[in-house]
Protein backbone atom coordinates (compact mmCIF):
# COMPACT_ATOMS: atom_id res chain seq x y z
CA UNK A 1 0.00 0.00 0.00
CA UNK A 2 1.48 3.36 -0.88
CA UNK A 3 -0.08 6.75 0.13
CA UNK A 4 -0.50 10.00 -2.13
CA UNK A 5 1.72 12.71 -1.10
CA UNK A 6 -0.38 15.41 -1.80
CA UNK A 7 -2.54 16.92 0.24
CA UNK A 8 -5.67 17.25 0.05
CA UNK A 9 -6.53 21.12 -0.66
CA UNK A 10 -9.89 22.13 -0.72
CA UNK A 11 -11.00 23.33 -4.31
CA UNK A 12 -12.49 26.92 -3.73
CA UNK A 13 -14.19 29.62 -5.60
CA UNK A 14 -12.18 32.14 -3.52
CA UNK A 15 -9.34 31.18 -5.52
CA UNK A 16 -10.40 32.29 -8.29
CA UNK A 17 -11.22 35.30 -7.26
CA UNK A 18 -7.78 35.57 -5.60
CA UNK A 19 -6.03 34.94 -8.99
CA UNK A 20 -8.45 37.29 -10.78
CA UNK A 21 -7.34 40.58 -8.36
CA UNK A 22 -3.48 38.87 -8.11
CA UNK A 23 -2.46 37.54 -11.34
CA UNK A 24 -4.89 39.42 -13.41
CA UNK A 25 -5.00 43.00 -11.60
CA UNK A 26 -5.44 44.72 -15.14
CA UNK A 27 -8.22 42.85 -16.59
CA UNK A 28 -10.88 45.10 -17.83
CA UNK A 29 -14.47 44.49 -16.89
CA UNK A 30 -17.03 46.26 -18.89
CA UNK A 31 -21.13 47.46 -18.00
CA UNK A 32 -23.10 48.41 -19.76
CA UNK A 33 -26.08 50.35 -17.90
CA UNK A 34 -29.39 51.19 -18.43
CA UNK A 35 -28.73 54.93 -20.29
CA UNK A 36 -26.32 52.69 -22.47
CA UNK A 37 -23.44 54.22 -21.07
CA UNK A 38 -20.14 52.00 -20.52
CA UNK A 39 -18.41 51.51 -16.68
CA UNK A 40 -14.95 50.05 -16.62
CA UNK A 41 -13.47 48.55 -13.73
CA UNK A 42 -10.56 46.47 -13.22
CA UNK A 43 -10.19 43.05 -11.81
CA UNK A 44 -8.39 44.66 -8.97
CA UNK A 45 -11.83 46.47 -8.60
CA UNK A 46 -13.73 43.20 -8.42
CA UNK A 47 -11.28 41.73 -6.19
CA UNK A 48 -11.62 44.70 -3.06
CA UNK A 49 -15.51 45.24 -3.88
CA UNK A 50 -16.37 41.70 -3.71
CA UNK A 51 -14.23 41.36 -0.47
CA UNK A 52 -15.78 44.09 1.03
CA UNK A 53 -19.43 43.29 0.15
CA UNK A 54 -18.36 39.74 1.80
CA UNK A 55 -16.90 41.82 4.61
CA UNK A 56 -20.53 43.84 4.71
CA UNK A 57 -22.31 40.72 4.54
CA UNK A 58 -20.73 39.07 7.47
CA UNK A 59 -21.20 42.45 9.73
CA UNK A 60 -25.05 41.94 8.87
CA UNK A 61 -25.11 38.84 10.50
CA UNK A 62 -25.03 36.57 7.37
CA UNK A 63 -24.35 33.06 8.61
CA UNK A 64 -22.35 30.16 6.54
CA UNK A 65 -25.01 28.59 4.17
CA UNK A 66 -27.30 31.69 4.13
CA UNK A 67 -28.79 32.56 0.85
CA UNK A 68 -28.18 35.94 -0.89
CA UNK A 69 -30.29 36.26 -3.93
CA UNK A 70 -29.76 38.41 -6.68
CA UNK A 71 -32.05 40.16 -9.18
CA UNK A 72 -30.00 41.78 -12.06
CA UNK A 73 -28.75 42.38 -15.16
CA UNK A 74 -25.20 41.24 -16.53
CA UNK A 75 -22.94 43.73 -15.05
CA UNK A 76 -20.17 44.57 -12.21
CA UNK A 77 -21.76 44.16 -9.11
CA UNK A 78 -23.61 40.98 -10.01
CA UNK A 79 -20.15 39.81 -11.09
CA UNK A 80 -19.15 41.28 -7.76
CA UNK A 81 -21.80 38.64 -5.63
CA UNK A 82 -20.58 35.57 -7.59
CA UNK A 83 -17.34 36.03 -5.58
CA UNK A 84 -18.36 38.00 -2.70
CA UNK A 85 -21.53 36.03 -1.48
CA UNK A 86 -19.58 32.57 -1.47
CA UNK A 87 -16.13 34.95 0.26
CA UNK A 88 -18.60 35.09 3.61
CA UNK A 89 -19.37 32.11 3.68
CA UNK A 90 -22.97 32.44 1.60
CA UNK A 91 -25.00 31.02 -1.11
CA UNK A 92 -25.56 33.12 -4.21
CA UNK A 93 -29.21 32.50 -5.78
CA UNK A 94 -29.44 34.23 -8.74
CA UNK A 95 -33.10 35.28 -9.38
CA UNK A 96 -34.55 34.86 -13.22
CA UNK A 97 -36.22 38.29 -13.90
CA UNK A 98 -38.12 37.31 -16.72
CA UNK A 99 -40.41 34.84 -14.15
CA UNK A 100 -43.35 36.08 -13.12
CA UNK A 101 -43.94 38.03 -9.79
CA UNK A 102 -45.44 34.84 -8.37
CA UNK A 103 -42.96 32.57 -9.13
CA UNK A 104 -39.95 34.71 -8.05
CA UNK A 105 -42.01 35.11 -4.73
CA UNK A 106 -41.91 31.48 -4.54
CA UNK A 107 -38.60 30.55 -5.87
CA UNK A 108 -37.14 32.85 -3.29
CA UNK A 109 -39.34 31.47 -0.12
CA UNK A 110 -38.53 27.98 -1.33
CA UNK A 111 -35.02 28.78 -1.08
CA UNK A 112 -34.93 31.10 2.23
CA UNK A 113 -33.61 33.77 0.57
CA UNK A 114 -32.53 36.03 3.45
CA UNK A 115 -30.94 39.39 1.64
CA UNK A 116 -31.23 40.63 -1.69
CA UNK A 117 -29.37 42.47 -4.28
CA UNK A 118 -31.65 44.13 -6.69
CA UNK A 119 -30.89 46.49 -9.28
CA UNK A 120 -33.08 50.01 -9.04
CA UNK A 121 -33.94 49.34 -12.61
CA UNK A 122 -35.63 46.02 -11.40
CA UNK A 123 -37.07 47.56 -8.23
CA UNK A 124 -40.82 48.11 -10.04
CA UNK A 125 -40.52 44.39 -10.76
CA UNK A 126 -39.69 43.56 -6.89
CA UNK A 127 -42.62 45.68 -5.78
CA UNK A 128 -44.75 43.27 -7.48
CA UNK A 129 -43.43 40.30 -5.17
CA UNK A 130 -42.15 41.94 -1.75
CA UNK A 131 -45.07 41.16 0.18
CA UNK A 132 -45.38 37.73 -0.59
CA UNK A 133 -41.22 36.73 0.31
CA UNK A 134 -39.77 36.46 2.98
CA UNK A 135 -36.68 38.91 2.67
CA UNK A 136 -34.67 40.46 5.71
CA UNK A 137 -32.77 43.35 3.99
CA UNK A 138 -32.42 44.37 0.10
CA UNK A 139 -29.52 46.30 -1.36
CA UNK A 140 -29.96 48.39 -4.26
CA UNK A 141 -27.72 48.68 -6.54
CA UNK A 142 -27.56 52.42 -7.75
CA UNK A 143 -27.32 51.72 -11.86
CA UNK A 144 -29.43 55.25 -12.78
CA UNK A 145 -27.93 57.48 -9.42
CA UNK A 146 -31.19 57.45 -8.27
CA UNK A 147 -30.77 57.87 -4.40
CA UNK A 148 -32.29 54.51 -2.63
CA UNK A 149 -35.27 54.88 -0.15
CA UNK A 150 -35.24 53.36 3.06
CA UNK A 151 -35.80 50.84 4.30
CA UNK A 152 -33.55 48.99 1.23
CA UNK A 153 -29.98 50.25 1.50
CA UNK A 154 -27.63 51.20 -1.16
CA UNK A 155 -25.46 48.41 -2.36
CA UNK A 156 -22.78 50.88 -2.58
CA UNK A 157 -23.24 52.55 1.03
CA UNK A 158 -23.54 48.60 2.19
CA UNK A 159 -20.01 48.03 0.79
CA UNK A 160 -18.34 50.87 1.49
CA UNK A 161 -19.30 50.90 5.19
CA UNK A 162 -18.09 47.16 5.76
CA UNK A 163 -14.76 46.90 7.84
CA UNK A 164 -11.54 46.48 6.46
CA UNK A 165 -10.03 43.04 7.62
CA UNK A 166 -11.49 40.91 5.82
CA UNK A 167 -10.78 36.92 5.87
CA UNK A 168 -12.37 34.05 3.77
CA UNK A 169 -15.01 32.55 5.56
CA UNK A 170 -13.03 28.77 5.86
CA UNK A 171 -15.37 25.94 4.34
CA UNK A 172 -15.40 22.41 3.24
CA UNK A 173 -15.00 22.31 -1.00
CA UNK A 174 -18.60 20.25 -0.86
CA UNK A 175 -19.95 23.58 0.78
CA UNK A 176 -22.77 25.25 -1.37
CA UNK A 177 -21.75 28.51 -3.31
CA UNK A 178 -24.45 29.41 -5.39
CA UNK A 179 -27.83 27.86 -6.82
CA UNK A 180 -30.28 28.32 -9.49
CA UNK A 181 -33.92 26.64 -10.23
CA UNK A 182 -34.66 25.04 -12.98
CA UNK A 183 -37.26 27.36 -15.14
CA UNK A 184 -40.16 25.33 -14.39
CA UNK A 185 -41.51 24.73 -17.88
CA UNK A 186 -42.56 21.67 -16.60
CA UNK A 187 -44.27 21.45 -13.16
CA UNK A 188 -42.62 23.53 -10.16
CA UNK A 189 -39.23 25.04 -10.55
CA UNK A 190 -36.37 22.91 -8.80
CA UNK A 191 -33.54 24.05 -7.17
CA UNK A 192 -29.89 22.86 -8.50
CA UNK A 193 -27.51 23.72 -5.54
CA UNK A 194 -23.68 24.50 -7.03
CA UNK A 195 -20.26 23.32 -4.87
CA UNK A 196 -17.49 24.68 -4.50
CA UNK A 197 -15.79 21.81 -6.24
CA UNK A 198 -18.51 21.16 -8.87
CA UNK A 199 -17.63 25.13 -9.79
CA UNK A 200 -14.24 24.61 -10.12
CA UNK A 201 -14.36 21.68 -11.49
CA UNK A 202 -16.99 22.88 -14.31
CA UNK A 203 -14.89 25.86 -15.05
CA UNK A 204 -11.55 23.65 -15.36
CA UNK A 205 -13.64 21.51 -18.03
CA UNK A 206 -14.94 24.15 -19.76
CA UNK A 207 -11.55 25.96 -19.96
CA UNK A 208 -9.78 22.52 -20.83
CA UNK A 209 -12.30 21.95 -23.91
CA UNK A 210 -10.33 23.94 -26.64
CA UNK A 211 -13.53 24.81 -29.07
CA UNK A 212 -14.85 26.87 -25.57
CA UNK A 213 -11.54 27.53 -23.88
CA UNK A 214 -11.17 30.87 -22.95
CA UNK A 215 -7.45 32.39 -23.15
CA UNK A 216 -6.20 35.62 -21.50
CA UNK A 217 -5.95 37.84 -24.30
CA UNK A 218 -10.06 36.72 -24.92
CA UNK A 219 -13.20 39.91 -24.61
CA UNK A 220 -15.74 37.89 -23.75
CA UNK A 221 -19.51 39.00 -23.76
CA UNK A 222 -22.04 36.87 -21.72
CA UNK A 223 -25.15 37.68 -23.72
CA UNK A 224 -26.92 34.59 -21.54
CA UNK A 225 -28.02 36.55 -18.45
CA UNK A 226 -26.21 35.74 -15.32
CA UNK A 227 -29.63 34.88 -13.55
CA UNK A 228 -29.16 31.42 -16.15
CA UNK A 229 -26.84 28.80 -15.04
CA UNK A 230 -24.49 30.94 -13.65
CA UNK A 231 -24.01 32.34 -17.45
CA UNK A 232 -22.74 29.01 -18.12
CA UNK A 233 -19.59 29.50 -15.72
CA UNK A 234 -17.86 32.28 -17.85
CA UNK A 235 -17.52 34.46 -14.54
CA UNK A 236 -15.51 31.77 -13.23
CA UNK A 237 -13.55 31.35 -16.18
CA UNK A 238 -13.02 34.43 -17.07
CA UNK A 239 -11.41 35.04 -13.11
CA UNK A 240 -9.47 31.81 -14.13
CA UNK A 241 -7.77 32.91 -17.20
CA UNK A 242 -7.53 36.92 -16.30
CA UNK A 243 -9.93 37.41 -19.44
CA UNK A 244 -11.61 41.09 -20.29
CA UNK A 245 -15.67 41.20 -20.04
CA UNK A 246 -18.07 42.96 -21.16
CA UNK A 247 -21.08 42.92 -20.07
CA UNK A 248 -24.04 43.92 -21.66
CA UNK A 249 -26.80 45.16 -18.62
CA UNK A 250 -30.21 45.19 -20.25
CA UNK A 251 -29.34 45.96 -23.71
CA UNK A 252 -29.82 42.66 -25.37
CA UNK A 253 -31.19 43.82 -29.26
CA UNK A 254 -29.49 42.59 -31.82
CA UNK A 255 -28.60 45.86 -33.09
CA UNK A 256 -27.55 47.20 -29.45
CA UNK A 257 -24.89 44.21 -29.07
CA UNK A 258 -23.48 44.27 -32.40
CA UNK A 259 -22.66 47.63 -31.71
CA UNK A 260 -21.04 46.54 -28.29
CA UNK A 261 -19.55 43.86 -29.88
CA UNK A 262 -17.80 46.11 -32.33
CA UNK A 263 -16.94 49.29 -30.16
CA UNK A 264 -15.53 46.94 -27.14
CA UNK A 265 -13.68 44.58 -29.56
CA UNK A 266 -15.83 41.44 -28.20
CA UNK A 267 -13.49 37.87 -29.49
CA UNK A 268 -16.45 35.08 -28.22
CA UNK A 269 -20.21 35.75 -26.81
CA UNK A 270 -22.42 33.23 -25.62
CA UNK A 271 -26.14 32.90 -25.36
CA UNK A 272 -29.16 30.90 -26.48
CA UNK A 273 -30.16 30.58 -30.38
CA UNK A 274 -33.06 32.94 -30.52
CA UNK A 275 -30.31 35.68 -29.74
CA UNK A 276 -28.37 34.49 -32.67
CA UNK A 277 -31.07 34.05 -34.99
CA UNK A 278 -32.29 38.47 -34.34
CA UNK A 279 -28.35 38.83 -35.09
CA UNK A 280 -27.79 37.38 -37.82
CA UNK A 281 -31.27 38.42 -39.83
CA UNK A 282 -29.58 42.06 -38.71
CA UNK A 283 -26.22 41.38 -40.09
CA UNK A 284 -28.05 39.55 -43.36
CA UNK A 285 -30.66 42.64 -43.88
CA UNK A 286 -27.56 45.10 -43.96
CA UNK A 287 -24.64 43.87 -44.34
CA UNK A 288 -22.92 47.24 -45.22
CA UNK A 289 -24.39 48.52 -42.06
CA UNK A 290 -23.86 45.59 -39.27
CA UNK A 291 -20.72 43.24 -39.19
CA UNK A 292 -19.14 41.49 -36.40
CA UNK A 293 -15.85 42.37 -34.97
CA UNK A 294 -13.57 39.32 -37.49
CA UNK A 295 -12.96 36.65 -36.57
CA UNK A 296 -15.49 36.81 -33.71
CA UNK A 297 -16.63 33.06 -32.02
CA UNK A 298 -19.73 32.25 -30.64
CA UNK A 299 -20.89 29.67 -28.04
CA UNK A 300 -24.53 29.35 -28.80
CA UNK A 301 -26.43 26.53 -26.83
CA UNK A 302 -29.91 26.13 -24.11
CA UNK A 303 -31.61 24.74 -27.45
CA UNK A 304 -31.18 23.35 -31.17
CA UNK A 305 -29.44 25.60 -33.46
CA UNK A 306 -30.18 25.25 -37.08
CA UNK A 307 -27.11 24.26 -39.65
CA UNK A 308 -28.18 27.50 -41.39
CA UNK A 309 -27.30 29.65 -38.75
CA UNK A 310 -23.95 28.31 -38.58
CA UNK A 311 -23.20 28.58 -42.94
CA UNK A 312 -25.14 31.86 -42.18
CA UNK A 313 -22.67 33.05 -39.28
CA UNK A 314 -19.35 32.10 -41.13
CA UNK A 315 -20.51 34.13 -44.37
CA UNK A 316 -20.20 36.85 -41.96
CA UNK A 317 -16.54 35.58 -40.46
CA UNK A 318 -17.32 34.49 -37.37
CA UNK A 319 -17.41 31.01 -35.77
CA UNK A 320 -20.31 29.19 -33.78
CA UNK A 321 -19.77 26.79 -31.21
CA UNK A 322 -22.84 24.48 -29.82
CA UNK A 323 -22.74 23.73 -26.48
CA UNK A 324 -25.51 21.35 -24.97
CA UNK A 325 -26.22 21.66 -20.89
CA UNK A 326 -28.74 21.66 -18.63
CA UNK A 327 -29.25 23.96 -15.33
CA UNK A 328 -28.73 20.85 -13.94
CA UNK A 329 -24.85 19.98 -15.18
CA UNK A 330 -23.69 23.21 -13.84
CA UNK A 331 -24.71 23.83 -17.14
CA UNK A 332 -21.70 22.91 -19.81
CA UNK A 333 -21.82 18.99 -20.62
CA UNK A 334 -21.00 18.96 -24.28
CA UNK A 335 -19.43 21.12 -26.81
CA UNK A 336 -18.59 20.56 -30.67
CA UNK A 337 -15.48 20.90 -32.21
CA UNK A 338 -12.96 19.48 -34.03
CA UNK A 339 -10.65 15.73 -33.85
CA UNK A 340 -7.97 14.58 -35.19
CA UNK A 341 -9.98 11.75 -37.33
CA UNK A 342 -11.89 14.66 -38.59
CA UNK A 343 -9.69 16.89 -39.87
CA UNK A 344 -10.21 15.48 -43.80
CA UNK A 345 -14.14 15.71 -43.89
CA UNK A 346 -15.80 18.62 -46.42
CA UNK A 347 -17.44 21.51 -45.89
CA UNK A 348 -21.04 19.91 -45.07
CA UNK A 349 -20.09 17.50 -43.06
CA UNK A 350 -18.15 20.46 -40.87
CA UNK A 351 -21.30 22.49 -40.60
CA UNK A 352 -23.46 19.50 -40.29
CA UNK A 353 -21.31 18.56 -36.92
CA UNK A 354 -20.41 22.55 -36.00
CA UNK A 355 -24.24 22.94 -35.66
CA UNK A 356 -24.37 19.14 -33.42
CA UNK A 357 -24.07 18.76 -29.37
CA UNK A 358 -20.71 17.85 -29.72
CA UNK A 359 -18.36 15.94 -27.75
CA UNK A 360 -19.14 14.93 -23.71
CA UNK A 361 -16.75 17.41 -21.52
CA UNK A 362 -14.14 16.54 -19.33
CA UNK A 363 -15.76 14.32 -16.31
CA UNK A 364 -18.76 13.91 -18.20
CA UNK A 365 -19.95 10.34 -18.82
CA UNK A 366 -22.35 9.92 -21.15
CA UNK A 367 -25.17 7.08 -22.45
CA UNK A 368 -28.39 6.38 -24.42
CA UNK A 369 -30.80 4.71 -23.04
CA UNK A 370 -33.63 3.00 -24.99
CA UNK A 371 -37.30 2.46 -23.92
CA UNK A 372 -36.64 -1.23 -22.82
CA UNK A 373 -33.80 0.15 -20.26
CA UNK A 374 -30.96 -1.27 -22.50
CA UNK A 375 -28.31 0.82 -23.90
CA UNK A 376 -28.11 2.02 -27.15
CA UNK A 377 -25.23 2.07 -29.49
CA UNK A 378 -22.98 4.73 -30.60
CA UNK A 379 -23.92 4.12 -34.31
CA UNK A 380 -25.14 7.91 -35.07
CA UNK A 381 -28.66 6.72 -35.70
CA UNK A 382 -29.83 4.87 -32.67
CA UNK A 383 -31.98 6.93 -30.48
CA UNK A 384 -32.08 6.93 -26.76
CA UNK A 385 -32.69 9.18 -23.67
CA UNK A 386 -29.10 11.16 -23.15
CA UNK A 387 -28.40 9.98 -19.21
CA UNK A 388 -24.94 11.73 -17.37
CA UNK A 389 -23.25 11.48 -14.76
CA UNK A 390 -20.44 13.27 -13.08
CA UNK A 391 -19.03 15.72 -10.56
CA UNK A 392 -20.56 18.52 -11.69
CA UNK A 393 -24.18 16.89 -12.56
CA UNK A 394 -26.51 17.30 -9.68
CA UNK A 395 -27.88 14.28 -8.22
CA UNK A 396 -30.81 15.68 -7.09
CA UNK A 397 -33.00 18.79 -6.37
CA UNK A 398 -32.60 21.15 -3.11
CA UNK A 399 -35.59 20.66 -0.40
CA UNK A 400 -37.11 17.79 -2.91
CA UNK A 401 -37.54 13.98 -2.19
CA UNK A 402 -35.22 12.05 -4.23
CA UNK A 403 -37.10 11.92 -7.71
CA UNK A 404 -36.59 8.22 -9.77
CA UNK A 405 -38.55 10.18 -12.58
CA UNK A 406 -35.02 11.87 -13.02
CA UNK A 407 -32.17 10.09 -11.24
CA UNK A 408 -31.37 6.51 -12.25
CA UNK A 409 -30.07 4.10 -9.24
CA UNK A 410 -26.49 4.38 -10.80
CA UNK A 411 -26.74 7.98 -10.44
CA UNK A 412 -27.15 9.36 -14.02
CA UNK A 413 -29.55 11.93 -14.51
CA UNK A 414 -32.29 11.03 -16.90
CA UNK A 415 -31.93 14.35 -19.04
CA UNK A 416 -35.11 14.32 -20.35
CA UNK A 417 -33.45 14.44 -24.53
CA UNK A 418 -33.35 11.74 -26.98
CA UNK A 419 -30.31 11.98 -28.76
CA UNK A 420 -28.17 9.81 -30.95
CA UNK A 421 -24.52 9.10 -30.43
CA UNK A 422 -22.28 8.78 -33.43
CA UNK A 423 -19.09 6.70 -33.55
CA UNK A 424 -16.87 10.08 -33.06
CA UNK A 425 -18.72 10.55 -30.07
CA UNK A 426 -20.58 13.33 -31.43
CA UNK A 427 -24.09 13.97 -29.90
CA UNK A 428 -27.16 15.01 -31.70
CA UNK A 429 -30.04 15.95 -29.54
CA UNK A 430 -33.47 14.56 -31.57
CA UNK A 431 -35.85 16.44 -29.15
CA UNK A 432 -37.33 16.41 -25.78
CA UNK A 433 -38.77 13.37 -24.56
CA UNK A 434 -42.03 15.97 -24.18
CA UNK A 435 -41.58 17.38 -27.37
CA UNK A 436 -41.16 14.11 -29.69
CA UNK A 437 -44.20 13.92 -32.03
CA UNK A 438 -45.23 10.06 -32.42
CA UNK A 439 -46.86 9.31 -35.04
CA UNK A 440 -48.49 6.16 -36.29
CA UNK A 441 -46.19 4.07 -33.61
CA UNK A 442 -43.11 5.86 -35.23
CA UNK A 443 -41.22 9.64 -33.89
CA UNK A 444 -40.48 12.65 -36.03
CA UNK A 445 -37.95 14.45 -34.91
CA UNK A 446 -39.16 18.35 -34.37
CA UNK A 447 -35.62 19.57 -33.94
CA UNK A 448 -35.07 18.13 -37.54
CA UNK A 449 -37.89 19.62 -39.26
CA UNK A 450 -37.15 23.35 -37.59
CA UNK A 451 -34.04 22.66 -38.55
CA UNK A 452 -35.16 22.70 -42.30
CA UNK A 453 -38.00 25.07 -42.16
CA UNK A 454 -35.33 27.39 -40.74
CA UNK A 455 -33.26 26.51 -44.06
CA UNK A 456 -36.23 28.47 -46.52
CA UNK A 457 -35.05 31.70 -47.73
CA UNK A 458 -38.42 33.12 -46.49
CA UNK A 459 -38.63 31.70 -42.54
CA UNK A 460 -37.38 33.49 -39.56
CA UNK A 461 -38.54 30.63 -36.94
CA UNK A 462 -40.20 27.51 -36.86
CA UNK A 463 -41.28 25.44 -34.17
CA UNK A 464 -43.19 21.81 -34.66
CA UNK A 465 -45.32 20.51 -32.36
CA UNK A 466 -47.55 17.70 -31.78
CA UNK A 467 -50.93 17.98 -32.30
CA UNK A 468 -53.56 14.73 -30.91
CA UNK A 469 -55.05 12.67 -33.91
CA UNK A 470 -57.78 10.54 -33.66
CA UNK A 471 -56.29 8.09 -36.41
CA UNK A 472 -51.87 8.45 -35.90
CA UNK A 473 -52.03 9.51 -31.69
CA UNK A 474 -50.15 12.19 -33.20
CA UNK A 475 -49.51 14.51 -35.92
CA UNK A 476 -47.06 17.53 -36.33
CA UNK A 477 -48.33 20.75 -36.55
CA UNK A 478 -45.55 23.48 -37.72
CA UNK A 479 -45.97 27.47 -36.54
CA UNK A 480 -43.45 29.23 -39.25
CA UNK A 481 -42.34 33.44 -38.72
CA UNK A 482 -41.67 34.78 -42.00
CA UNK A 483 -39.48 37.38 -42.06
CA UNK A 484 -40.48 41.26 -42.91
CA UNK A 485 -41.54 41.03 -46.42
CA UNK A 486 -40.97 37.70 -47.16
CA UNK A 487 -44.10 35.20 -48.62
CA UNK A 488 -44.21 31.48 -48.84
CA UNK A 489 -47.57 29.41 -48.51
CA UNK A 490 -47.48 26.02 -46.93
CA UNK A 491 -47.82 23.81 -49.80
CA UNK A 492 -44.44 25.85 -51.06
CA UNK A 493 -42.85 24.89 -47.53
CA UNK A 494 -44.25 21.16 -47.43
CA UNK A 495 -42.43 21.10 -50.87
CA UNK A 496 -39.24 22.70 -49.36
CA UNK A 497 -39.36 19.86 -46.71
CA UNK A 498 -40.09 16.27 -49.19
CA UNK A 499 -36.44 15.75 -50.00
CA UNK A 500 -35.54 15.61 -46.01
CA UNK A 501 -38.21 13.04 -44.73
CA UNK A 502 -41.11 10.49 -45.35
CA UNK A 503 -44.52 12.06 -46.83
CA UNK A 504 -45.99 10.62 -43.85
CA UNK A 505 -44.21 12.64 -41.65
CA UNK A 506 -45.05 15.90 -43.75
CA UNK A 507 -47.26 18.46 -41.76
CA UNK A 508 -50.64 18.74 -43.05
CA UNK A 509 -50.70 22.00 -40.74
CA UNK A 510 -48.74 25.14 -40.97
CA UNK A 511 -49.73 27.90 -39.34
CA UNK A 512 -48.14 31.54 -40.20
CA UNK A 513 -47.74 33.51 -36.73
CA UNK A 514 -46.24 37.11 -35.43
CA UNK A 515 -44.07 35.14 -33.15
CA UNK A 516 -43.02 32.33 -31.12
CA UNK A 517 -43.28 32.67 -27.39
CA UNK A 518 -40.45 32.59 -25.58
CA UNK A 519 -39.52 31.10 -22.20
CA UNK A 520 -38.07 33.35 -19.19
CA UNK A 521 -34.62 31.89 -20.84
CA UNK A 522 -35.84 33.18 -24.15
CA UNK A 523 -36.24 29.63 -25.70
CA UNK A 524 -39.34 29.17 -28.18
CA UNK A 525 -42.00 27.85 -25.76
CA UNK A 526 -43.33 25.10 -27.25
CA UNK A 527 -46.09 24.24 -24.51
CA UNK A 528 -47.70 27.22 -24.61
CA UNK A 529 -48.20 26.39 -29.03
CA UNK A 530 -49.53 23.44 -27.53
CA UNK A 531 -52.31 25.33 -25.59
CA UNK A 532 -52.87 27.57 -27.94
CA UNK A 533 -53.48 25.43 -31.12
CA UNK A 534 -54.80 22.05 -28.67
P1 LIG B 1 -35.14 24.93 -19.26
O1 LIG B 1 -34.88 25.04 -20.74
O2 LIG B 1 -36.09 23.84 -18.90
O3 LIG B 1 -35.37 26.22 -18.66
P2 LIG B 1 -32.35 24.42 -18.96
O4 LIG B 1 -31.87 25.76 -19.27
O5 LIG B 1 -31.67 23.65 -17.94
O6 LIG B 1 -33.82 24.46 -18.54
O7 LIG B 1 -32.42 23.66 -20.34
C1 LIG B 1 -31.87 22.43 -20.60
C2 LIG B 1 -32.42 21.87 -21.88
O8 LIG B 1 -32.13 22.71 -23.00
C3 LIG B 1 -31.83 20.55 -22.27
O9 LIG B 1 -32.42 19.48 -21.57
C4 LIG B 1 -32.13 20.50 -23.76
O10 LIG B 1 -33.44 20.05 -24.02
C5 LIG B 1 -32.02 21.93 -24.19
N1 LIG B 1 -30.73 22.15 -24.83
C6 LIG B 1 -29.63 22.70 -24.29
N2 LIG B 1 -28.63 22.77 -25.19
C7 LIG B 1 -29.10 22.23 -26.33
C8 LIG B 1 -28.54 21.98 -27.64
N3 LIG B 1 -27.31 22.33 -27.97
N4 LIG B 1 -29.33 21.38 -28.56
C9 LIG B 1 -30.60 21.03 -28.27
N5 LIG B 1 -31.18 21.24 -27.08
C10 LIG B 1 -30.44 21.83 -26.11
Redesign the pocket.
Known sequence: MIRSTMPRVALSVNHLLERAGRLFPQSEIVSRMPDKSLVRHSNAELYRRARQLAAALLEAGLKKGDRVATLCWNHYAHLECYFGIPAAGGVMHTLNLRLSPDEIAWIANHACDRFLVVDDVLLPLLERFRAAAKLERILVVPLTGAPVKAPDLSYEVFIERAPKDFVYVPHDEDDAVSMCY?????GRPKGVVYSHRSTLLHTLAVGATASCAIRGDDTVCPVVPMF??NAWGMPYCCAMVGARLVLPGPHLAPADLIELFNSEKVTIAFGV?TIWLGILQLLDSDPQHHRLPSGMRML??????PETVVRGFARHGAKVV????????S?VA?VSGTKAELLEIDEDERFRRAA???VPLPLIEARLVGDDGSERPWDGVSLGE?QVRGPFVTGGYHEMPFDVEKFTADGFLR???VAAIDPHAFIR?A??IK?LVKSGGEWISS?DMEGHLMAHAAILEAAVIAMPDPKWGERPLACVVLKPGARATAEELRQHLAPHFASWQLPERIEFIEAIPR???G?FWKAKLRERYR
Open positions: TSGTTHAPIGGAALVGWGMTETPSMAGLTGDIDRDVTSTK
